[in-house]
């Protein structure tokens, strides 16, 4: 074991930090450096301040470096790359049309040093890009690579906002995509409604899933919809909860709603 002195990075091309040979750069947390990347130079923001790690030998070979931090000049060429990457997303949809090519392409990013372009795109079929990597390579001189990405991963890249009001959380903190199901739905007593249910993306909102172990566990302490039960101001049946507060709203026997704590109410009979 070696102990060397590391970092770890979000790469420009990837929502997941990575830890990265940092050396003896002096460079700070959120500061935007040039970085090693398995397919070439990028760029990437500083997440961790470094800091010493131990590690085997081996695995400190492998590790990819931080290159320098971000300059003026970086900026300048940054701003260069960008520009080229807007008209090489708009040719791009354009030749794809042009084949006959049923793809929406999303971004369009260059890698630093000139090595190559990633190409992203959604589509709902199966795509042979054959013909348009050869063009696209022959158009701007460098290696081509197209990634279809889903739905999900589109607004991730576009950004935007939900129906909250707020940035996507895709688009902020969100690492990784989990399934979102109506399994998610019904315990949170949600109108099972697609369309107002569904993000941006069109799929189910990724905040389904935030809340929903909660509203399980306390399901599985409040009595369920439909049990007869005994309140403070008599008995009668379980028709709807309120989960956050714990509370259970029960139709009494004269025909009046009321919400009681769950500790207020008890289950009638042996079985409820």
């Not at 460079?27 to 970085?35: A, E, G, L, M, S």
């Not at 890249?157 to 990784?176: A, D, M, N, Q």
């Not at 007869?228 to 309120?242: A, F, M, Q, W, Y």
């Not at 919400?259 to 008890?266: A, D, G, I, L, S």
């Amino acid at each position: 074991m070696t102990t060397k002195r590391v970092t770890k990075i979000q790469p420009e091309f990837s929502h997941e930090l990575q830890v990265y040979d940092s050396s003896d750069l002096k460079i700070q947390r959120n500061q935007k450096v040039i970085i090693e990347t398995k397919n070439g130079i990028s760029t990437g923001r500083v997440k961790v301040e470094p800091f010493e790690m131990e590690m085997p030998d081996e695995n400190i070979k492998s590790l990819l470096k931080v290159v320098r931090p971000f300059t003026l000049d970086d900026a300048e060429k940054e701003q260069i790359l960008l520009q080229r990457a807007k008209e090489a997303k708009m040719y791009c949809q354009n030749k794809a049309t042009e084949l006959g090519l049923t793809l929406s392409v999303v971004d369009v990013k260059f890698f630093f040093d000139g090595s190559g372009a990633l190409f992203y795109f959604v589509s709902e079929t199966r795509v042979d890009f054959r013909d348009l990597i050869k063009d696209l390579a022959k158009r701007f001189h460098t290696h081509i690579e197209m990634r279809q990405i889903g739905a999900r991963d589109r607004s991730k890249i576009i950004c935007g906002v939900g129906p909250c009001g707020r940035e996507l959380c895709c688009s902020t903190f969100l690492k990784t995509f989990n399934s979102v199901t109506l399994k998610h739905v019904k315990p949170q007593g949600l109108p099972q409604t697609y369309h107002k249910l569904s993000g941006v993306c069109g799929k189910f909102m990724c905040c389904l899933t935030y809340e929903y172990d909660l509203y399980v566990e306390a399901l599985n302490i409040l009595p369920k919809l439909n049990k007869k039960v005994s309140t403070p101001l008599g008995t009668g049946e379980v028709v709807g909860h309120d989960v956050l507060g714990m509370n259970v709203i029960v139709l009494l026997e004269n025909g009046e709603k009321a919400k009681f704590k769950h500790t207020e109410v008890k289950l009638k009979g042996l079985f409820g």
